[in-house]
């Protein structure tokens, strides 16, 4: 097994190596300039049109870069069902959890100046994490509990690695969402007028669904992330994402919050009922308003909060797959980036990196994405992954909370790799 890590470990980097130069921005090419068929990318037309006519997702755009050209980008369907208003390659959807690989960047980029060391507790910065304690026994009528001391310290690389015990609200454990609910800690997706701050340090005192590192629980940690970025850089954490990783990257539509003069390319939040696609006005998470983005808050949530587009974030995924450095701008070296995509928790069997999943020799058999490939999605039927060996991104945007249509993301990517013919 140690033979087969190190063998795996020597391919990724040297596949991270060969695509390691700078790529300064996209270029629009002929699939077969990108080593696709084109004849085999109109499947994914196909794929799409069908769901759309059946009125089972309002729309959908997708993306394939390979080598920095762009082979396919298409929009199909409506940004909005009720307004019949076709969507547009260009439109900006809620990415959700796709926050958080951003926020792993930028907290990986203050690492990389010596603000701390991944192993270090982060209750050195936030002190309210300090002594964490374990939930021990929960009484669900009245959402009262007992505690045990945690065997160890919260660590920041628990944070970027969801292996800390931190669970999510609302759509966490029934015991979490209660505990957190009646401490008033939110899910971050349209907490508009709240504060980051504050509720990351009652996170703090909260109880932990297990000890760190004891095993990959799936919550909050990016939110405190988040606030940690804002305590080491001194700067909003909005401000900081603006001024250090969007505007560097020539990503101009990447926001918590939309200025105004963007909002009527904001894509309409759907539901599904029934197998069709209708427009959700509220109700998904914290009883949220659908147009979230609208607002004028100040809740910036590391792990949920940020909306962007394909595009946008083609370029943030890049900036791995060329080891650091995208628009004639680094913001990490290449042995960091090499750090980022390996596995941290491989005893855990999570497949998880610094910020994003990963596919490892224990996954691969699962899909055609080759070993080393990234990946992560958001809540409301966001999808990428990016591709080191062949140099790939693919991302595949709809905006459905509760899709029962989410295969489709699947089916995009299992169509992107049958068309590759070089």
Do not use: C
Request: no cysteine.
């Amino acid at each position: 097994m140690v033979l087969k890590t190190v063998s795996f470990l020597l391919l990724f980097a040297a596949a991270l190596s060969v695509h390691a130069q700078s790529v300064k921005s996209f270029s629009a090419s002929k699939p077969e300039d990108a080593g696709f068929s084109d004849a085999r990318l109109s499947r994914i037309d196909d794929l799409v049109e069908e769901h759309v006519k059946n009125q089972n997702i309002p729309g959908a755009v997708a993306l394939i870069v390979r080598n920095g050209k762009i082979a396919y980008f298409k929009a199909f369907g409506y940004s909005d069902v009720e307004k019949r208003s076709a969507l547009k390659k260009d439109d900006i959807f809620r990415i959700a959890s796709q926050s958080k690989a951003i926020t792993s960047l930028a907290v990986m980029m203050l690492w990389e100046e010596g603000r701390f060391l991944l192993d270090e507790p982060v209750s050195r910065y936030i002190p309210e994490f300090k002594n964490p304690k374990v939930l021990k026994t929960f009484n669900k009528e009245d959402s009262t509990y007992t505690t045990e001391p945690a065997d160890r310290e919260i660590t920041i690389r628990h944070l970027l690695t969801h292996s800390s015990g931190i669970d999510y609200a609302v759509i966490g454990s029934s015991e979490f969402n209660a505990i957190y609910a009646k401490a008033g800690v939110p899910s971050g997706i349209g907490n508009d007028h709240q504060v980051l701050g504050d509720k990351m340090r009652i996170l703090g005192g909260m109880p932990l669904k297990h000890h760190p590192g004891e095993r990959f629980t799936y919550g909050l940690n990016t939110d405190v992330l988040g606030y940690l970025v804002e305590i080491l850089s001194e700067m909003p954490f909005d401000q900081f994402l603006k001024e250090r990783i969007f505007d560097p990257l020539g990503m101009k539509d990447t926001y918590f919050y939309l200025p105004k003069n963007k909002h009527n390319r904001l894509v309409a939040l759907h539901g599904n009922r029934e197998g069709k696609a209708y427009k959700l006005n509220s109700g998904a998470y914290d009883a949220l308003a659908a147009d979230y983005p609208k607002l004028q808050g100040t809740y910036f949530s590391g792990g949920a909060g940020l909306s962007s587009t394909v595009e946008d974030y083609a370029k943030f995924l890049q900036l791995f797959l060329s080891g650091g450095e995208f628009n004639g701008t680094r913001l990490l070296s290449r042995k960091t980036v090499e750090l980022i995509l390996t596995d941290q928790l491989p005893a855990l069997d999570a497949e998880f990196g610094l910020g994003f999943g990963l596919e490892t020799e224990k996954n691969d058999f699962r899909s055609p994405v080759s070993l080393g490939s990234f990946s992560w999605g958001g809540a409301f039927s966001t999808q990428y992954w990016a591709d080191p060996k062949e140099n790939l991104i693919g991302v595949f945007y709809t905006n459905v909370f509760n899709n029962p249509y989410g295969y489709i993301a699947e089916k995009f990517k299992v169509l992107t790799y049958q068309a590759i013919v070089d």
